[in-house]
């Protein structure tokens, strides 16, 4: 009885936390899709300083670990004067972060486009960024789903660092939990565990309907057109 | 000398409007490192003319066609179409490439995008045709290559000569002043070839100015109004077929001819 009453009245703080982590994760995502195409953009057809550029970004970004970026955007960034709120500090070092990884997967996908695409779009008339517009980027996302579900995964996951920095999201809810209760840190923390879980899940499944629903022939998602071989 | 630029100008215009020329190309080089692939080729090509280019392999052909649209960038020498310089840096190139058709040895037909979309995309991006009318054009010209029925179709799922004559359609409907086709039955099977070359023959016969890279002696023959033999970067022998086929100046012509005509034989009559 105990303990159902504690999962009870956990219930509306673990809801907000998990709202927040759905929040960080959909902010960190975004800022590191839209960086994420354009840092690939520029490795792939932009010119050599843009590429080094781009290339540098990714290198240091990913090369920190996600709990020193977040002290040096929320802590290092305060002793500049700049005082960023802990979520803006977070979006910063978490999206940024993203957005190196997501560069990878972009650049990849764009590089496996066959070189006659481009061709044909330049032969066309089109200039190089409708070229990347309509034909290689529609091609290039399709295949970049997959891999991206696991960015999507460990993003999701990772906002839990920024309870570090005291975002108050899943994670500190569930801290706030354990210290206002003593102890059942075990139930609590398996109650946080399921709920990552379920909305790693979850996104995970949407994800490869999107990948099933975008489908073109010639892209196969199932079995490359071969029956057990 | 701006007056002596300005009188060259004057000269060539008035070349091409007695010629009807639609296509110079002036001594055009092309190097790759130490390779000299292109060494100083000169020809032009008049409104409705057909031209194939033929040629052991390596020797440039491709090249040629990619610098004519600057797909690949000439090293040196002078392209214009019409009265606008296409080698000249200040040119629209996005502009001249619209007027110019490609076809590739492989389609290239854009693998996301269904038939109908392939052929209107061109009009729709580049030249800003509304939808309804992309979309008609677009399926005026694929009724007209014979598929009409495979409009929904993506690429993967027509044969190689269906995609070739999606690809022309979607060329024809930029409708452009000339189409390069390079060699635009080498990647299909033979019984396919046909289909391609009767799409092709139809065209030069409705006065398309076609400049072609092939083999097949069976378009050269029906309609081509010159052939060009290149070799090792230069034109050796340009000609009527027949003049090719029956007079040839050069040994090598001669024996290059026989060759593929033996290769590759005649497939269309």
């Known amino acids: ?229 | 000398m701006f007056q002596v630029l300005k009188q060259k100008e004057m000269d060539l215009k008035g070349f091409d409007m007695s010629n009807n020329i639609i296509l110079r190309v002036e001594d055009l080089h092309k190097v790759y490192g130490a390779l000299e692939v292109l060494k100083g080729v000169t020809f032009s090509l008049s409104k409705g003319e057909s031209k194939v280019i033929i040629g052991p392999s390596g020797t440039g052909k491709s090249t040629l066609l990619r610098c004519i649209n600057r797909l690949t960038q000439p090293s040196s020498g002078r392209v214009w179409l019409d009265d606008v310089e296409v080698t000249d840096h200040k040119a629209n190139i996005n502009q001249i490439r619209a007027s110019i058709g490609m076809v590739f040895q492989d389609f290239n037909l854009f693998s996301h995008l269904q038939i109908l979309d392939n052929v209107r995309i061109g009009p729709m991006k580049v030249k800003g045709m509304s939808k309804e009318e992309a979309t008609k054009l677009a399926m005026e010209e694929l009724a007209n290559v014979g598929l009409a029925d495979k409009v929904k179709a993506y690429p993967a799922e027509l044969s190689g000569g269906q995609q070739q004559r999606a690809s022309i359609a979607r060329a024809l409907a930029m409708n452009p002043k000339l189409i390069l086709f390079d060699e635009p039955t080498s990647a299909l099977d033979p019984e396919l070839i046909g289909e391609v070359l009767t799409v092709m023959i139809n065209l030069a016969k409705d006065g398309m100015t076609m400049l072609v890279v092939s083999h097949e002696m069976g378009f050269a023959r029906s309609v081509a109004d010159e052939i060009i033999f290149l070799e090792n970067g230069v034109i050796l022998e340009e000609g009527p077929p027949n003049q090719l086929f029956l007079h040839p100046k050069h040994n090598r012509t001669a024996e290059f001819l026989h060759k593929i005509t033996e290769l590759y034989g005649e497939t269309v009559k």
């Open chain 1, 1 to 229: 009885m105990g303990l159902l009453n504690l999962i009870w009245s956990s219930f509306p703080a673990l809801l907000r936390g998990t709202v927040v982590t759905l929040e960080l994760t959909l902010a960190f995502l975004s800022l590191g899709l839209i960086i994420g195409i354009s840092l690939a953009l520029s490795r792939v057809y932009g010119g050599q300083v843009l590429a080094k550029l781009a290339s540098g970004f990714e290198q240091i970004f990913r090369g920190i670990p996600a709990l020193v970026l977040l002290f040096l955007f929320y802590f290092g960034a305060a002793e500049f004067g700049i005082n960023l709120s802990v979520v803006t500090a977070a979006i910063l070092a978490m999206g940024l972060r993203s957005s190196a990884y997501q560069s990878q997967i972009f650049r990849g996908a764009i590089q496996s486009i066959s070189s006659g695409q481009m061709m044909a779009a330049r032969a066309l008339g089109m200039n190089l960024y409708k070229a990347a517009r309509y034909i290689i980027l529609p091609q290039a996302l399709r295949f970049s789903i997959a891999p991206w579900s696991n960015e999507y995964a460990g993003v999701l996951k990772d906002t839990s660092l920024c309870y570090a920095i005291g975002v108050v999201e899943l994670m500190r809810q569930g801290r706030y939990i354990v210290a206002r209760t003593f102890g059942h840190s075990l139930l609590i923390y398996i109650l946080i565990a399921v709920i990552y879980f379920i909305l790693v899940y979850i996104g995970l499944k949407g994800l490869r309907l999107l990948e099933i629903r975008l489908h073109v022939p010639g892209f196969e998602t199932k079995r490359n057109g071969l029956e057990r071989i």
